[in-house]
């Protein structure tokens, strides 16, 4: 069982080591190495630009080698990375503990997780949700919707809504000229739950965004999108939890 677990962490740190690439790389616009290795880049120093050897990118040990400084210009390197790597094996832990006993909705559950912390820690770093992850997230969302129904009606009909709603929601943005635009926001959360989320749980989402907003106006703190996300995935979590 402590071989299964530790097994299992190493398979999160490793999706997280990939994360830290794409936290990094997405809201620069530099492509993904190993995509097109003539217009990429392999990983290198973010502050001087060395390229790295295999072994300074090694998830967690890396960082303990390097004392979390640049070997080359000894600048601090950004923590986020390797708290990336330690949450997301420890996601694969926990989901394997309450869900491990279907594979398949393991993978998916984690897979959203994952995605769903990437797109929490670009937001609060760089103030953006990239759309590559959202979309990610969907498409798990319809993989998991065609397990759970069993054919593909009900969730093309709950995303086809979902869409029109988006599209409401994105033409209120376009007049809303604040900085802090929750419409924008809400366009990464409406396609998710509408796959996500099952009929009878999506009051509840509902509900706990409310107060999620009216929370995050009183702290005046960019929260609104980071505790929506998690909301989605534990709600949808419990819900298929209950069911099985």
Known sequence: MIASYI???LFGVLIGNFTTTLFYRLPRNIMISGFN????RPPFCSNCNHVLLFYEYLPILSWFSTLGKCNYCH???NKSYILLEILIGLIAIILYYFIGHNLEYFFLYFCFAALAVLNIFIYLEHNFIPTQVTLGIIITGIIYRTLIDQEIFLWLASLSVGCILSLWVIQESMEDKNSYNYNRLLVHLILPV???CRSESVLLFIISVALCYLFSKVIKYRIFYPIGILNLFFISLFTSIASS
Do not use: A, G, V
Request: net charge positive; charged share 10%.
């Open 194 to 196: 509408s796959l996500w």
């Open 75 to 77: 600048t601090p390197i």
């Open 7 to 9: 097994s299992l962490f």
């Open 37 to 40: 290795q003539k217009s990429t």
